[in-house]
């Protein structure tokens, strides 16, 4: 009789704390902001779809976890009672087993087409948005927009209530995009290009993080944003980058084939090349001073370092043969032309910059 009574007290006491665990979840963003603001869409649905898993995750814990103490307490053996005591031998209730069979599996089946429902507004194309590349490196982001030469290395500009697909890549390990105000993420993988898609609905600053460990430099590559800014805005925002990108050469060249010539290479165009596109994995030292690939400052004017890492004679031409087609040895990889973004043009300007430079 009094097991009666526990249990719906017990019942009632795992209810009410069902109801606030469950109020929790959907009134969070304002009482307990760990979850900041959605900044588009469908980061909007994707926290309703987390809100609602919450809130049925909050329920079956509750009531599992609450009635498994309850029943612990309530039938535990008690002072006198012999200890090899069985208690009543239950088998087989049609009725509960079919509903613990059936309540369970529709539900998971519901949670899958809410997912689906979700998953597809990230993989259909827009008909009118705009295409944006990302692409990881060691360790940051860059950028590639329609009608912009080459990439955009600072940050990544967005107009608000524009769709927008998202490609990403990596140029060298496995990174991740992840921008958390919009619920977004997608791994950055060499060779393959994942799809995203998303309308940034709130104007901000929002960090792009990688979150896939790329390094010992994996840290810090949380540095750039994603600017969300009214059209107007991102139209100056972008024509500058038209302009400021016009010189650059092509972030996709065409793969030359052969010797590159190397006459009328400009050192001075080689070394702003340099700063753009090579200092983060080469510092202006000797051999031994490692950034990810080692020193340049005596590539082709050091005794001590008569050979290329690929072991031919450090002359122009197989200085230039490493830069077209990279090279991977015990330092890791040097890119390729395509991937450093390189035109023979480029390679000869780098090589005549690269035959300035003397050890001290
Ligand atoms: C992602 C990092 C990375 C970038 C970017 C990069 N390199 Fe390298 N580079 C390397 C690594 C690593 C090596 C050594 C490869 C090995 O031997 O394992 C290397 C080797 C070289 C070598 C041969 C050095 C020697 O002493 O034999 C030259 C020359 C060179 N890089 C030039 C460049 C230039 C010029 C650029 C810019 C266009 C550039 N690298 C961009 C990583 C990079
Ligand atoms: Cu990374």
């Given at each position: ?167 990403v890549t990596s140029a060298d390990v496995i990174h991740s995009f992840w921008v958390p105000d919009m619920r977004l993420k997608a791994d950055m993988i060499p060779g393959m290009i994942n ?25 810090t590559m949380d540095k750039q944003v994603m600017v969300v800014e009214p059209v107007a805005q991102y139209e100056v925002w972008y024509r500058g980058w038209q302009v400021h990108n016009a010189q ?113």
């Amino acid at each position: 009789m009094s097991k009666h009574r526990g249990f719906t007290i017990v019942t009632v006491v795992l209810a009410l704390l069902s109801i606030a665990e469950i109020l929790y979840f959907w009134l969070m963003p304002t009482v307990e902001p760990w979850l900041p603001p959605e900044g588009g869409h469908p980061g909007d649905q994707v926290d309703w779809l987390f809100r609602f898993m919450a809130s049925a995750a909050a329920l079956l814990y509750t009531f599992v976890v609450g009635y498994v103490i309850y029943f612990a307490i309530a039938f535990r053996r008690r002072r006198g009672d012999s200890p090899d005591a069985l208690g009543p031998n239950i088998h087989d209730n049609p009725k509960l087993e079919a509903a613990w069979t059936i309540v369970p599996t529709l539900f998971v089946v519901l949670l899958s087409v809410l997912s689906i429902k979700i998953w597809y507004v990230l993989q259909v194309q827009p008909a009118n948005g705009l295409v944006v590349e990302s692409i990881g490196r060691q360790w940051y982001f860059t950028f590639r927009y329609p009608d912009v030469n080459g990439e955009v290395t600072s940050e990544m500009h967005l107009p608000v209530n524009v769709p927008v697909t998202l490609n990403v890549t990596s140029a060298d390990v496995i990174h991740s995009f992840w921008v958390p105000d919009m619920r977004l993420k997608a791994d950055m993988i060499p060779g393959m290009i994942n799809t995203i898609r998303f309308t940034p609905t709130r104007i901000g600053r929002y960090k792009i993080i990688c979150t896939e460990f790329c390094g010992t430099g994996h840290s810090t590559m949380d540095k750039q944003v994603m600017v969300v800014e009214p059209v107007a805005q991102y139209e100056v925002w972008y024509r500058g980058w038209q302009v400021h990108n016009a010189q650059v050469s092509n972030a996709i060249p065409t793969v030359s084939s052969g010797a590159i010539s190397l006459t009328g290479g400009s050192a001075s165009a080689g070394q702003a090349l340099f700063a753009q596109k090579c200092t983060a994995c080469h510092a202006l030292g000797p051999f031994s001073q490692r950034i990810v690939g080692p020193g340049l400052l005596g590539v082709l004017h050091d005794p001590t370092h008569p050979n290329l890492v690929d072991g031919d004679p450090a002359t122009p031409p197989n200085v230039a043969k490493i830069l077209q087609n990279g090279y991977t040895g015990s330092f890791g990889h040097m890119p390729d032309e395509a991937e450093n973004g390189l035109s023979s043009k480029d390679i000869a300007n780098l090589v005549a910059y690269l035959n300035t430079l003397k050890v001290k």
